[in-house]
T-cell receptor
Framework: EAQVTQNPRYLITVTGKKLTVTCSQN?????MSWYRQDPGLGLRQIYY???????DKGDVPEGYKVSRKEKRNFPLILESPSPNQTSLYFC?????????????FGPGTRLTVT | AQSVAQPEDQVNVAEGNPLTVKCTYS??????LFWYVQYPNRGLQFLLK??????LVKGSYGFEAEFNKSQTSFHLKKPSALVSDSALYFC??????????FGKGTRLHILP
């Protein structure tokens, strides 16, 4: 089954404790992206990647890191989480070299930073 | 700056009536435009897209959208609403740098 998986689905942590949210896709998609969803603000792009070893900042990259060492994986790293990073996070992937850009989304990770 | 606007936070429609969810955009170059739907406690699902060609695009679940270049709009439509269409709808645009910009979302309520 074609899918994007994220882990963990729920996470409660404390300020300053480094964490990683994993994202994996099995569709051989070139494009991968992380978004955060906050009430009244819609989805905002954090980082995106056009292919292995290529990453770019989205609209809200501050406080986040990503890496793309393999095509299928695109982890999101919070080196020192803060309460304003409490949010619902979505990973997505898309095929782009056929001109599609239709994104497939993971189920989401609800993060709470206390 | 590139942007997407969904001017209505919420749209209420009676079941069986036509529905429209509005979206306008600002992006340089030729836009790639998308609609996604989010059901409660779920991730987003792709509905339809416009990249080039016919201005009227058809998508999943009977939805369609019309690209209007002069009005920079990409409104989502359906001829006859179902209660099961109740969800949060997002318009999105790809900019020239391959960023994807989403609108803030419109909550659609279909009233039985």
């Amino acid at each position: 089954e074609a899918q994007v998986t994220q882990n963990p689905r729920y996470l409660i942590t404390v300020t300053g404790k480094k964490l990683t949210v994993t994202c994996s896709q099995n569709m051989n998609h070139e494009y991968m992206s992380w978004y955060r969803q906050d009430p009244g603000l819609g989805l905002r792009q954090i980082y995106y990647s056009m292919n292995v070893e290529v990453t770019d900042k989205g609209d809200v990259p501050e406080g986040y890191k990503v890496s793309r060492k393999e095509k299928r994986n695109f982890p999101l790293i919070l080196e020192s989480p803060s309460p304003n990073q409490t949010s619902l996070y979505f990973c997505a992937s898309a095929r782009i070299y056929s001109g599609s850009y239709e994104q497939y989304f993971g189920p989401g990770t609800r993060l709470t930073v206390t | 700056a590139q942007s997407v606007a969904q001017p209505e936070d919420q749209v209420n429609v009676a079941e069986g009536n036509p529905l429209t969810v509005k979206c306008t955009y600002s992006v340089s170059g030729n836009p790639y435009l998308f609609w996604y739907v989010q059901y409660p406690n779920r991730g987003l699902q792709f509905l339809l897209k416009y990249i080039t060609g016919d201005n009227l695009v058809k998508g999943s679940y009977g939805f369609e959208a019309e690209f209007n270049k002069s009005q920079t709009s990409f409104h989502l439509k359906k001829p006859s609403a179902l209660v099961s269409d109740s969800a949060l709808y997002f318009c999105a645009v790809r900019d020239g740098d391959d960023k994807i910009i989403f609108g803030k979302g419109t909550r659609l309520h279909i009233l039985p």
